[in-house]
C-alpha cells in the first residue's frame, strides 16, 4: 500500500466561483492531531467533535446504554444459593475469598477458571481485531463509553460543537459559568456512580447502600469510590483521547493482529481523490468525491483526519463514517467514500479484481480454535470439578512422637474443603498401615466401623488435627507410603490422599 | 553564560539560551503533566510541613497542626486489637478448660492464642514444635511428669517448676552419691537396673531389686510407673528427660537433676495461660 496522504488540504480560500452546497454543512478546520503537527511538548489541544448522526452512530448509542447497563445494574442482580450464602448474582467476596458468578462459585485456589476467562476475552479481542480493526476501541471500551456519555453531558449544557468552540474563547460571564459549572457537577455525578457501582461487585449492593448512605462502609469502599470518581472524572472529562493515544498500551500492540485483509475504519483515496470543493450542478469527471467538508475531520473524538491514512490515533469509532455518508447522501453520491475496508481491497480494485471480505484466513481461524479450546476446558473444569478436596499435610515438627506404650504416633493437619451448600460429614480411614490408631482432636463422633466422622459446614473448609499411632512392631522401616481417605457418609464421594508415615530409624 | 534564545533549523526548537564551552541545549521542557505534577507535590509537601511532624530538630522534630505519631497509632491499633479480642478473652477468663475444649468457637480463638503464646514464651527450651530436647521435656507425648489432663497441664504453667511461686512444683530427688546414700558401685548397678526396666535384653544385676525399693520406690512407686504427685517419672516406658543409656542414668542418680521451668501466673495473663494449657493439651499426648 503505498498511499502519501495529500498535504495540499489547506481551508479552502474565499472565493466567489465555488459555490458549495448550499444544504452541506462545511468547517475550515484542520485535524487537530496531525501527524505533521504533532509536538512532543505540546500541551492537549481539547477537541470539540461535532455530533455525528447515522448507522453507526446508532449502534453506538445501543452499545453505551447495553454496557452502562451490565456496568452499573449487574451487581443488583439477585441468585439464590440457599442460607448462609450470599444471594448476589455477580459478587467478589474477599472477606471469605468466594468469587460468586450466577451458578458459578470459585474458590481462590481455583483461580485458574478466572485466568482462563481472562486468557479467552484476550484470544476474541485478537479475532475480533484481526477480522474488523478496533472494534473494542471503537464501540466497547470504557474509556470510549464513557468520554462518550460525558460529551453527551457537554453538549446538552454548552451545544454542539460551534456553541463549545465559541464558549471556549468567551470571556467569563455568568451565563458561561452557570454551564461550566452545571456539566461538571453533572460529569461529578456521574463519576460517583460510577465509583460507586464498583464497589457494589466486592459487597452485598443493598446493604452496602443504607451502609454508604449512613457513612457506615467499611473505610475501603469510600476510598474506592473515591480513587474510581477521580479517575472517571479526569479521564473522561480531560484525558479523553490522550488516555487512547499515549496511556494505553493496546493501540501499540494491535498492529501485530492485523493484516491487508483486516476491515477498518478508511478513508477511500482512490474513490475521493483529487479532492477539490465541488458546485452543484458541475461535473464529476476527472475529480475525486471529496468535497472538502471537512465533516469527517469535525465529528472526530481524537482530532485525525482519517484521510491522511491510517493512525495510531483513530480508535475507529466509525463516526466519520456516518458523517461523510450523510455527504454523500446530499450531494447525491454513493455512500461509502469512509467505510470499513481492507488494505486488500485497495489493491484489487486498483488491479480491477472485484472486492472481497475474506474473513476466514489462517489467523481468524486459529484464534478461533484457541477460543473453543479454552472454552472447551473451562467447561470441562466446571462440570468435572470435584465439590469435595481433601489436603493432608504431615507434621514435620516432630517427625513422630514415641509414646510411653512403645507406640509410634504421627500427627497430620488434614482440610478438607466442601464445596456444595449442604453440611456434610465425612469419615476418615487409612490404608497402607495395619493396626493403626486414629483420634481426631476435639471429634468424639464415630462410625459403626469406629471410624472418626468429621462434619464439615456449607461452603467451609475444615481443618481438623489427625494423629495416628501404631505399635513399633507394626513399622518395618522408618517411612511407609500411605493414604489418608475421606468418604462423604452418603457415599457421594471419596477423596484420597497419599502421604507418609514416619518412625525411627 | 545566558544569552538569547536561539531558533535551531535542524530540529526547529529554540535554544535555552545557555551556552557552556559552544555546547548549546534545545529547550525541551517536560510534558506538561509532568509538570503539574511536580508543582502538586511542591504545595502538598508545604502543607504537609505544617500538618504532619516533618522537620527533625535538635531535640526532636517539629509536632505538625494534625498531632499525628506513629506510634500513637501503633498503639490505637494495638488497643484496637486487644478490644476486638476482649469478647473471646473474657469468655475464656469465665469459662474452665473442659468447656472452652468442648465450644469450637472458643477453642479455636484458645488455639490461636497459645499456638502465638508458645512461640514467645515457650519455644526457647520446649522447641517450636514443642518436641522439647535433654533436659526439657517433649510435649508431644502421652509421658506426663506432674500429668497431662487439662488442669494439671494448666497448673504446670502457672505456678512452674521450682519456681517462685509459693506451690510452685518441686520434685527433690536425691543426690545418691553426694548425700552418701550410695555407693559408686551401686549407682553403677542401679544404673543398669534403670535400663533394664524398659530394655528387657539385659539382665539387672543381682540386689538391685531391693535396692530400688529400698531407695526409689517411695516416690518412683514398687513397680517404677512414676507418681504424678511428686513429679517421679516412670521409669518403665524408655522416654527419658536427660537420656536413658546407664551414663546419664548414673550421673542422674549421683548427682540427681533439678530443671526448672518459669512460674508463668504474672507474668502470663490468666486468658493466655488456659490458653496455652489447651494448646498443649492437643499437641496429642493430653489425657
Redesign the interface.
Known sequence: MAYEPQNSDTPPKKSPEIIPHANVARAKVEAVNKAENRA??A??KKIHPKRAKGTFRTIKWWVMVVTLGIYYFSPWIRWDRGPGIPDQAILMDITNSRFYFFFIEIWPQEVYYITGLMVLSGIALFLVTSTAGRIWCGYTCPQTVWVDLFLVVERFFEGDRNARLKLDKAKWTADKFAKRTAKHISWLIISVLTGGAWVFYFNDAPLLVHQLIAFDAPLTTYFWIMILTSTTYLLGGFSREQVCTYMCPWPRIQGVMMDEDTLSVMYRHDRGEPRAPHKKGETWDGRGDCIQCRQCVVVCPVGIDIRDGMQLECIQCSLCIDACDSVMEQIGRPKGLIAYDSLANFDRRAKGEPEKIQIVRPRTLLYTIFMIVVTGSIIWGLTHRANLEVNVLR????LF??????DI?N?YTVKILNKTHDIRKFSLAVSGLDGYDIRV??VLDRTPEGLPVIEVNRDRVRSV?V?LSVPRAQLSADSKAISITARDLDGSSISNNATTFRGPK | MSSEPEYDEVTKTYTTGHEWDGIKELN?????WWLWIIYASIIWSIGYWILMPAWPLVNGHTKGMLGYSQRDTVNAELQAAKDSRKVFSEKLLDADLATI?NT?DL?EFAMAGGKAAFGDNCSGCH?????GSKGYP?L????WLWGGTLNEIHETISVGIRGVHEDTRISDMPAFLNDEILNKGQIKDMAAYVVSLSDTTIAPPAGTHEMFQENCAICHGENAKGNKEFGAP?LT???SLYGADQETLRATISFSRKGVMPTWSGRLDPATIKSLAVYIH?L??GV
Open positions: 512532543l511538548y500541551a492537549q507434621d514435620r515438627n516432630p512422637v514415641e509414646l510411653s506404650s512403645g504416633r500427627g482432636e476435639g488435627k494423629y | 525541551t521542557p517536560l510534558p506538561r475444649k469450637p477453642m522447641g517450636s514444635g514443642a518436641s517433649n508431644n507425648d502421652d509421658d516412670n516406658d524408655g522416654i492437643s496429642g499426648g
